[in-house]
């Protein structure tokens, strides 16, 4: 082989990693908790997320659940963290979270806590659950998460 052969096979290679890499950063899934552990029981939800790209004015947030948790329709969400109201849609086990009034955004790399209500908890509350949340900016996904976690009870503890 000659040089120029095995250097474009060496900088192909080198590329492909560093896309692999790029893709393989993500934002963090920090933690959820429920305001109630009980299975088959409604709880409010709190996700505490880290993104590494913005919330803009008009990102949407999803949140996919899994199969074994109901999203009830009358579904709330709610933010310190995003000034303006928030809307929240339920489709199947996906929660969409669109801005509604948006004043700022958080940057990436900030916490970013979102509370909901109206979520049945699944029949057995001991294992860990997969999450999947992504940043949608435009038609585009600027961050994605799949974390698998223990789901751990809110107490007034969690606040101090």
Do not use: W
């Amino acid at each position: 082989m000659n040089a120029p052969h095995v250097l474009k096979k060496i900088y192909l290679s080198v590329l492909i990693i560093l896309v692999y890499v790029v893709q393989l950063r993500a934002g963090e899934l920090q933690s959820v908790f429920a305001t109630q552990i009980r299975p088959v029981r409604p709880a409010a939800y709190i996700f505490n997320i880290q993104f590494d790209a913005p919330v803009t004015a008009t990102s949407q947030i999803e949140i996919r659940f899994a199969e074994q948790f109901t999203l009830l329709q009358n579904i709330i969400v709610s933010s310190d963290d995003l000034a303006g109201g928030l809307q929240a849609v339920v489709e199947k086990q996906k929660l969409i979270i669109t801005r509604v009034k948006p004043a700022g955004s958080v940057e990436a790399g900030e916490a970013l806590e979102i509370r909901t209500a109206s979520v049945v908890n699944p029949v057995d509350m001991e294992q860990p659950y997969e999450f999947q949340i992504s940043l949608l900016n435009g038609n585009t996904i600027a961050d994605s998460m799949t974390n698998s976690v223990n789901i751990e009870l809110f107490t007034n503890q969690k606040l101090q």
